[in-house]
């Protein structure tokens, strides 16, 4: 039986369920939402994918590629910010208040790829700091959809429970490395440590293709080695409320510029407060 077979609660929600999703996703630090696309989007969002990573891979030689401002290049991606279903959920995220899209990202992984550490998204606001700081101290929630599906073989995530809270502690046998960004075997270097399966507490995720994977910023995460033989396909976004205002931001690129004025007029709204990612900025002490 996989380790989450286990929990005493909940996690696997149907799209409709959207009260249980964020009271789990609160709760927990996680939560699944089954059938969140149409196996019609889904096979669009592969496409997308594909059409703009794959030219990466195969200039470059590299079997895996994460895109950072995926959804600037793709308004495919763009159009699921009109799809009520998905932005249902993503304003109970925000508690109903007014969100703007905070950040969005592609992963192209062909199989044979290795594991990816634990971590975790959050990180301090401590100069210099960067962009991926600002962004991932939004309050805002990943909302990822592994497009072949994923388990821990084809190079699926893993996750810990409940380690989404300011107090939680390193698993047991395991301390954090600087800043809490991830944990080390005690005895070992202090190193991120990854592997996915020797981890107190930790559960592989297990979802479909058009299942969506909701997570907090906080919630410690890792990436199982892929021994699959399907490239793996992904891509996600999140929301912050517009009422997070950083001590610091960025110029806004050209690229997120030009995809804010060629939003359809419905998405607009949820696009004006975008600010893309600002590329090598590092914040200034004042």
């Not at 409709?16 to 999703?21: A, G, H, L, S």
């Not at 609160?26 to 703009?52: D, N, S, T, W, Y």
């Not at 996915?196 to 930790?202: E, L, N, Q, S």
């Not at 419905?266 to 990612?277: D, F, H, Q």
Request: glycine share 8%.
């Amino acid at each position: 039986m996989p380790a989450h077979a286990t929990l005493p609660y909940r996690f696997e929600f149907d799209k409709n369920e959207v009260r249980n999703i964020v009271e789990c996703n609160k709760q927990h630090g996680f939560a699944i939402v089954k059938g969140m696309l149409p196996p019609a989007m889904v096979e669009m969002l592969k496409a997308e994918v594909r059409r703009v990573l794959e030219p990466v891979i195969q200039s470059s030689g590299v079997i895996t590629y994460t895109h950072t401002q995926f959804i600037e290049c793709s308004p495919v991606y763009a159009s699921l910010m009109a799809y009520e279903p998905y932005m249902q959920i993503a304003r109970a995220l925000n508690d109903d208040e007014p969100i703007t899209l905070n950040r969005s990202a592609a992963i192209y992984k062909k199989a044979g790829c290795g594991p990816m550490a634990w971590h975790t998204d959050w990180g301090p606001l401590e100069h210099p700091y960067d962009t991926n700081a600002v962004l991932n101290n939004s309050g805002a929630n990943s909302m990822w959809f592994y497009l072949n599906g994923i388990d821990d073989v084809r190079g699926g995530l893993a996750i810990i429970p409940d380690s989404h809270t300011e107090d939680w502690n390193a698993p047991e046998g395991f301390a954090f490395t600087k800043h809490n960004k991830s944990f080390y075997r005690k005895g070992d270097a202090p190193a991120p440590h990854t592997r996915m399966d020797d981890v107190p507490g930790a559960m592989p995720v297990i979802a479909e293709p058009g299942d969506m994977i909701l997570f907090a910023e906080r919630t410690y995460h890792g990436v199982y080695p892929h021994l699959g033989t399907e490239t793996r396909l992904s891509c996600g976004m999140s929301f912050r409320k517009i009422s997070y205002k950083p001590e610091q931001v960025w110029p806004l690129t050209e690229s997120a510029r030009r995809f804010i004025d060629s939003s359809a007029p419905e998405i607009k709204p949820l696009v004006e407060g975008y600010i893309g990612m600002g590329g090598d900025w590092r914040s200034v002490a004042r």
